[in-house]
Structures are given as structure tokens and as C-alpha cells.
């Protein structure tokens, strides 16, 4: 784990290393072990590394092969790299060092880019191919580590972070009004854009290729991988699918334990990261686990319910973890905002500080951590929101209920007036455009709910969890830990894609109309009625972890910020949201805003969501210094 950054001149002028410390050193915090730095003409490539495997200087990047030909900056882990690495050795391969970077430049230099689809990981790379004469640029799968790029200048610039490129000045800052608008219609950007005109995010699944020589170019980045939730042809019996995710668990878990430092593990009060934990405490006894609680004092209603902190303790005495916890305060975002708005670069979905603060503490004893990211997406564990969208006339009829759910922050009846300063940044673009692209290499056979549901699941694998990821990545690596997610290993994804919908949701006729701003009461509602989400994966998880954990209601990681947005943190909001001049007016419609504020801080609309979202623009806008027209 660690940040890589580089330049590719396509006018062939010579890249200076000087340029390359300043984008690593924009990153140092993702790599606190040491620097490198490598040039071969116009290219130049940068490395800030957080040492995990093999931790001598033999494993130091960037990397360059014993011939020369190729050289690799690599962040990321690749778990099945020893398996690789018998085979390339087989092939001839010599290997200096003990680290998967090296199996990672090899393979490459082996199979080309198309040894991507051979490693099973997490990774963002550039590797350049001195034979062809070509960089490419190179993201995992399901896009767990972010990379970032431009045009600048006649140079393709690239980095983890948007830090490292915007260390060079020769780049412009100018803000991009239609990823605000994307933001704001979702809370989320489901495209490539940034808020940052020109800087792009490379796809998860996706590779670029950049030329140099006398094909000075770059082209347009090339899909080699996506998700693909479909109803098996064949099925098997419901035991038979229980007995193989247990085995493809139990091996995901276990591959991800490969470690020279010590690895801990997220406990929340859920089944997600508690069975990571069941199941990797057997491999490493009195591992350390960590959780984040809430000081419910100035919380009412069904916020009450939010800390876990005892579930997660019990779970921690049943597993013998050494457990540690924090406990949050209202004041506690405040006093964060700032920094998660310099790391984050652009908000994302959610309310993410508690995951910065369990960053924080896990940082504090382990370099490693587990995360259950990923386990809802892939086995269903948002039924209210599927159930909606799951019986329909045809597909365009499913985009449009699943469109108007989706719109998180903002009334659609207000849109246009909200985005009134910015009016030709929103006439611009159609959201629920952007929201239907999302399907297009996705197939558009709809004969039955199973079918939609399944549409679901890829939406919000290719969306929420993208978004949830890319989180948390920054707020990890803020904190130099690396953050890695089990439920997102190739053998297990491949099986939850094939997995019958009917194993993961029991009744697929119920839809029931909520609020997504309250997680709590989404949940009781959804609940009282069915307890179907994430079926199989409750039934096989539930001889690892307690049977009232694997049967409890699905509690997710938020503060009772709806409480303290209208109670402790009033002040907060009111001076940065209510009163001056706050630079967020520049580009929405202050006198919307400010009455869809009140309505929350008042108790007539639960707004916590749109109201977290303004707190992190205003941040970033305050950092940022860019062009906002």
C-alpha cells in the first residue's frame, strides 16, 4: 500500500525529478517509509511507500525489471502473488526480493497489460513497457485504489491523489459545475469527472495506455473487467451454494492475511465485519480489532440505537480480540472537517468522519486493517431500496423509479431552482442520463424481479460501493494504514454474481416507501415486515459469529448527526451554513438552501444528508482556491 504519482511528456521533452518530489511529497502521508523516484526521457515515475511485504530495500519502488525493459510504480496488494510467482519462476523469472511488486513487474513484462486480469487484489500501477515504448496506466477491478490523471501542458500527469497533480503549477484550477451537479443530484459522482475540470478518475476495471516514441498520444481509457449479477442457467441446491461461499469465505479471509506487519481488524456490531473477524482471529489469535462509538446523550428516537459498542465487545470476548474502541462527540466533526475535506478531495456518499476517526485509532497499533466493505453490495443487504424497482413494465420504467430513489439531497421539484447560479452547468447535462449510462454494458433482458434486482445490484456495486471505496482509501491512507476488503476477492465476487437472488432475498414483491436520510427508521420499517436481506450469507455466517448478531437488523455506520445537526451542533451549521458569505452561494441558490436547512434544524424534514454534504463543499471550496465559473 502506498501513493504513486508520474509524468508522461508527449511533446518527448525529458521529465525532471524535481517535479516528481513535489508530487510525492503532496502524498507523503500515503507512504511514510520511504521515497523513489525513476526517469527515462518523458516518462517519470514517483513512489511514496507504505512498507507491508518484504520490507527491505529490495522491495523499494519504483521498481525496475533486471533487464531494464520495464519499470513499475504499484500501490496496492496482489493475495495470490505467490502462486504467480511459481509460475513465472517456471517461465525463467529470477526474483530478487520477497515482495508482490516484483511478481506484479514480471507478470506484466510477461503477459502484458492483460496480467491484470490475473491478479486477484487491490492495486492502482504504471507500468511502463520500454519495448513498446508505452506507459500504461492501470486500476483494480472493482476500483478499491483510486487514480487520478490529466492533460496538462502536453503531459499526462497521474496520481493516488489529486494532490500530486495539482503539486505542479502548471495546472489550471477550475472548478467542474456539472460533476457539482452530478454531487448534488446523488451525492456521489458517477462518472469520471472530479470537481476539478480535467482531472479524471480512472474506471475501476479500466487501463489506459499512453504512447511515446513517434506515437506521441494517450488513449482513451479501455474497460478490461466489470461486474455481471445474472440468475445462474444452472442452479444448485441451496446447501450446495451455502457449502461453497463458506469455502470461498474462509479462502478470502485467509488469503488476506499475508502480512510481514501485524494486521488488525473494523468491529462494528455487524455480521459483515464480524464474521471477517470470526474467521481471522482463528488464523491470528488475540488479533487486534477496533470500533467506533457514539455518545447517544443529546440523540433521540431511533438514533438512540446507533452505537454498537457493545456488540462489538461481545464479539470481541467470544473471538478473544484485544479490542480497542473510540467514542464521538458532537463536536468531534466539527473539529475534523477541514482535514477530511483536504483528503477526501471531493465528497463522496455518506457521512465518512467516524470511519476517519477509526482510521485514527487503528492506525495507532496495526498498519494493516480489515474492512467489511463490500458484503451488502454484493449479497443484497439493502432490500428497501431494491424492492422498490423490482417489479416494472420494462427497463426505462426501472429507470425512473430507481432514478427518483436515488436523488439523495435535493427535492427533483427543486433541482432547477437550487442550481439556478450555475444554470448553464445544469441545462447542460441530464442527470437521468448520467443515472442510465450507468447500465449500458449491463444486460437489458428484464423478464422477471429476480432480473431487476440483479440490475440493482450492479448499480450500486458500480456506484455506492465505488463511492464507499474511494473513501475509504483516502481516510485510511490519510492515517498511512492500509485498509483491505475480503468481501471483494475475485473467487468470492465471481460466486456472489452467480448466487440466485432468491438465496439472498427471501419475498421480492414487498416495496415499501421510506426516507433514505434515516437509516434507522428505514430499517425498522423494512424489518417489521421481512428479515431477508443477505440470507445465505446470515444462515453460513451464523456458526462463526453469535445467532443474534447473524439475525439482527442491519444497522449502518452513521452518527446521530440528525440529532446533532438541530441540538450540539447547531452553532456549527448556522455560522458556516446561515451566516457570512459562505463560497457554496456562488453556485447554489442561497434562499432554497438555507429554507431546506431550516426544516431540519426546525424538526419538519430529516435533512442530515444534504446538510453533511453542504459542511464538506464549503470545506473543500474554502481549500481548494480554484476558478468556480
Given at each position: 500500500?502506498?501513493?504513486?504519482?508520474?509524468?508522461?511528456?508527449?511533446?518527448?521533452?525529458?521529465?525532471?525529478?524535481?517535479?516528481?518530489?513535489?508530487?510525492?511529497d503532496?502524498?507523503?502521508h500515503r507512504?511514510?517509509?520511504?521515497?523513489?523516484?525513476?526517469?527515462?526521457?518523458?516518462v517519470?515515475l514517483?513512489?511514496?511507500?507504505?512498507?507491508?511485504?518484504?520490507?527491505?530495500?529490495?522491495?523499494?519502488?519504483?521498481?525496475?525489471?533486471?533487464?531494464g525493459?520495464?519499470?513499475?510504480?504499484?500501490?496496492?496488494?496482489?493475495y495470490?502473488?505467490?502462486?504467480?510467482?511459481?509460475?513465472?519462476?517456471?517461465l525463467?523469472?529470477?526474483?530478487r526480493?520477497?515482495?508482490?511488486?516484483?511478481?506484479?513487474?514480471?507478470?506484466?513484462?510477461?503477459?502484458?497489460?492483460?496480467?491484470?486480469?490475473?491478479?486477484?487484489?487491490?492495486?492502482?500501477l504504471a507500468w511502463?513497457?520500454?519495448?513498446?515504448?508505452?506507459?500504461?496506466?492501470?486500476?483494480?477491478?472493482?476500483?478499491?485504489?483510486p487514480?487520478?490523471?490529466?492533460?496538462?501542458?502536453d503531459?499526462?500527469?497521474?496520481?493516488s491523489?489529486?494532490?500530486?497533480?495539482?503539486?505542479?503549477?502548471?495546472?489550471?484550477?477550475?472548478?467542474?459545475?456539472?460533476?457539482?451537479?452530478?454531487?448534488?443530484?446523488?451525492?456521489?459522482?458517477?462518472?469520471d469527472?472530479?470537481?476539478?475540470?480535467?482531472?479524471?478518475?480512472?474506471?475501476?476495471?479500466?487501463?489506459?495506455?499512453?504512447?511515446?516514441?513517434r506515437?506521441?498520444?494517450s488513449?482513451?481509457?479501455?474497460?478490461?473487467?466489470?461486474?455481471?449479477?445474472?440468475?445462474p442457467d444452472?442452479?444448485?441446491?441451496?446447501?450446495?451454494?451455502?457449502?461453497?461461499?463458506?469455502?470461498?469465505?474462509?479462502?478470502?479471509?485467509?488469503?488476506q492475511?499475508?502480512?510481514?506487519?501485524?494486521?488488525?481488524?473494523?468491529?462494528?456490531?455487524?455480521?459483515?465485519?464480524?464474521?471477517?473477524?470470526?474467521?481471522?482471529?482463528?488464523?491470528r489469535?488475540?488479533?487486534?480489532t477496533?470500533?467506533c462509538?457514539?455518545?447517544l446523550?443529546?440523540?433521540?428516537?431511533?438514533e438512540?440505537?446507533?452505537d454498537?459498542?457493545?456488540?462489538?465487545?461481545?464479539?470481541?470476548?467470544k473471538f478473544?480480540?484485544?479490542?480497542y474502541?473510540?467514542?464521538?462527540k458532537?463536536?468531534?466533526?466539527?473539529?475534523?472537517?477541514?482535514?477530511?475535506?483536504?483528503?477526501?478531495?471531493?465528497?463522496?456518499?455518506?457521512?465518512?468522519?467516524?470511519?476517519?476517526?477509526?482510521?485514527?485509532?487503528?492506525?495507532?497499533?496495526?498498519?494493516v486493517?480489515?474492512?467489511?466493505?463490500?458484503?451488502?453490495?454484493?449479497?443484497?443487504?439493502?432490500?428497501?431500496?431494491?424492492?422498490?424497482?423490482?417489479?416494472?413494465?420494462?427497463?426505462?420504467?426501472?429507470?425512473?423509479?430507481?432514478?427518483?430513489?436515488?436523488?439523495?439531497?435535493?427535492?427533483?421539484?427543486?433541482?432547477?431552482?437550487v442550481?439556478?447560479?450555475?444554470?448553464?452547468?445544469?441545462?447542460?447535462?441530464w442527470?437521468?442520463?448520467?443515472?442510465?449510462?450507468?447500465?449500458?454494458?449491463h444486460?437489458?433482458?428484464?423478464?422477471?424481479?429476480?432480473?431487476?434486482?440483479?440490475?440493482?445490484?450492479?448499480?450500486?456495486?458500480?456506484?455506492?460501493?465505488?463511492?464507499?471505496l474511494?473513501?475509504?482509501?483516502?481516510?485510511?491512507?490519510?492515517?498511512?494504514?492500509?485498509?483491505?476488503?475480503?468481501?471483494?476477492?475475485?473467487d468470492?465476487?465471481?460466486?456472489?454474481?452467480s448466487?440466485?437472488?432468491?438465496?439472498?432475498?427471501?419475498?421480492?414483491?414487498?416495496?415499501?416507501?421510506?426516507?433514505?436520510?434515516?437509516?434507522?427508521?428505514?430499517?425498522?420499517?423494512?424489518?417489521?415486515?421481512?428479515?431477508?436481506?443477505?440470507?445465505?450469507?446470515?444462515?453460513v455466517?451464523?456458526?462463526?459469529?453469535?445467532?443474534?448478531?447473524?439475525?439482527?437488523?442491519?444497522?449502518?455506520?452513521?452518527?446521530?448527526?440528525?440529532?446533532?445537526?438541530?441540538?450540539?451542533?447547531?452553532?456549527?451549521?448556522?455560522?458556516t451554513?446561515?451566516?457570512?458569505?459562505?463560497?457554496?452561494?456562488?453556485l447554489?441558490?442561497?434562499?432554497v438552501?438555507?429554507?431546506?436547512?431550516?426544516?431540519?434544524?426546525?424538526?419538519?424534514?430529516?435533512?442530515?444528508?444534504?446538510?453533511?454534504?453542504?459542511?464538506?463543499?464549503?470545506?473543500?471550496?474554502?481549500?481548494?482556491?480554484?476558478?468556480?465559473?
Amino acid at each position: 500500500m502506498c501513493g504513486v504519482a508520474g509524468i508522461v511528456d508527449l511533446k518527448g521533452r525529458s521529465v525532471q525529478q524535481v517535479e516528481l518530489e513535489r508530487m510525492a511529497d503532496a502524498i507523503a502521508h500515503r507512504g511514510p517509509d520511504g521515497a523513489g523516484y525513476w526517469t527515462n526521457g518523458p516518462v517519470g515515475l514517483a513512489h511514496r511507500r507504505l512498507a507491508i511485504l518484504d520490507l527491505s530495500q529490495a522491495a523499494a519502488q519504483p521498481m525496475i525489471s533486471s533487464d531494464g525493459r520495464s519499470a513499475l510504480t504499484y500501490n496496492g496488494e496482489i493475495y495470490n502473488y505467490l502462486e504467480l510467482r511459481e509460475i513465472l519462476e517456471r517461465l525463467g523469472y529470477a526474483f530478487r526480493s520477497r515482495s508482490d511488486t516484483e511478481v506484479v513487474l514480471y507478470a506484466l513484462q510477461e503477459w502484458g497489460i492483460d496480467a491484470v486480469l490475473k491478479f486477484n487484489g487491490m492495486f492502482a500501477l504504471a507500468w511502463w513497457d520500454g519495448t513498446a515504448q508505452r506507459l500504461y496506466l492501470a486500476r483494480d477491478r472493482y476500483g478499491i485504489k483510486p487514480l487520478y490523471y490529466t492533460r496538462s501542458n502536453d503531459a499526462v500527469l497521474f496520481g493516488s491523489e489529486q494532490k500530486a497533480i495539482l503539486a505542479l503549477s502548471s495546472f489550471r484550477r477550475r472548478l467542474d459545475q456539472q460533476a457539482l451537479v452530478e454531487y448534488f443530484t446523488f451525492q456521489n459522482i458517477f462518472t469520471d469527472r472530479t470537481l476539478l475540470q480535467g482531472i479524471r478518475i480512472l474506471p475501476a476495471g479500466h487501463y489506459m495506455e499512453i504512447s511515446t516514441g513517434r506515437d506521441l498520444r494517450s488513449k482513451q481509457p479501455v474497460q478490461y473487467w466489470d461486474f455481471n449479477f445474472r440468475e445462474p442457467d444452472v442452479k444448485f441446491s441451496p446447501s450446495e451454494y451455502s457449502e461453497e461461499l463458506d469455502r470461498r469465505f474462509r479462502a478470502a479471509v485467509s488469503r488476506q492475511l499475508v502480512s510481514d506487519v501485524e494486521v488488525g481488524s473494523y468491529l462494528s456490531g455487524g455480521i459483515d465485519s464480524g464474521s471477517i473477524t470470526a474467521l481471522a482471529s482463528r488464523e491470528r489469535p488475540f488479533m487486534k480489532t477496533f470500533t467506533c462509538g457514539f455518545d447517544l446523550r443529546s440523540a433521540s428516537g431511533l438514533e438512540l440505537a446507533y452505537d454498537e459498542r457493545e456488540k462489538a465487545e461481545y464479539m470481541s470476548y467470544k473471538f478473544k480480540t484485544e479490542h480497542y474502541q473510540m467514542v464521538l462527540k458532537a463536536g468531534d466533526m466539527e473539529r475534523v472537517m477541514s482535514e477530511i475535506a483536504w483528503h477526501l478531495e471531493e465528497p463522496r456518499v455518506g457521512q465518512c468522519y467516524p470511519n476517519y476517526y477509526s482510521a485514527k485509532l487503528a492506525s495507532r497499533f496495526v498498519k494493516v486493517v480489515l474492512s467489511g466493505a463490500g458484503g451488502d453490495e454484493l449479497f443484497a443487504g439493502y432490500p428497501w431500496r431494491y424492492y422498490r424497482a423490482a417489479v416494472n413494465d420494462n427497463f426505462e420504467q426501472y429507470v425512473d423509479k430507481y432514478y427518483g430513489f436515488w436523488q439523495r439531497l435535493i427535492p427533483n421539484s427543486l433541482l432547477r431552482e437550487v442550481f439556478s447560479p450555475i444554470a448553464g452547468a445544469f441545462d447542460s447535462i441530464w442527470t437521468r442520463d448520467i443515472f442510465r449510462d450507468v447500465f449500458k454494458h449491463h444486460a437489458e433482458e428484464l423478464d422477471r424481479p429476480a432480473d431487476y434486482i440483479n440490475h440493482s445490484l450492479y448499480f450500486e456495486a458500480k456506484t455506492f460501493l465505488h463511492g464507499l471505496l474511494v473513501v475509504e482509501d483516502k481516510l485510511s491512507m490519510a492515517h498511512g494504514l492500509e485498509s483491505r476488503v475480503p468481501f471483494l476477492d475475485n473467487d468470492l465476487v465471481d460466486f456472489a454474481m452467480s448466487c440466485p437472488v432468491s438465496l439472498k432475498l427471501q419475498d421480492l414483491s414487498k416495496v415499501v416507501r421510506i426516507n433514505e436520510n434515516d437509516p434507522g427508521k428505514k430499517a425498522s420499517i423494512y424489518y417489521s415486515r421481512t428479515r431477508d436481506g443477505k440470507k445465505i450469507l446470515r444462515d453460513v455466517m451464523s456458526k462463526y459469529i453469535p445467532a443474534e448478531i447473524a439475525s439482527a437488523e442491519k444497522q449502518g455506520f452513521s452518527a446521530p448527526d440528525a440529532s446533532w445537526f438541530k441540538g450540539e451542533s447547531i452553532d456549527f451549521v448556522r455560522r458556516t451554513l446561515l451566516t457570512g458569505t459562505p463560497m457554496i452561494y456562488d453556485l447554489l441558490d442561497s434562499r432554497v438552501i438555507r429554507s431546506l436547512i431550516e426544516e431540519h434544524l426546525t424538526g419538519k424534514t430529516n435533512r442530515r444528508l444534504l446538510i453533511w454534504s453542504l459542511l464538506n463543499v464549503e470545506a473543500w471550496l474554502q481549500q481548494v482556491d480554484c476558478e468556480l465559473s
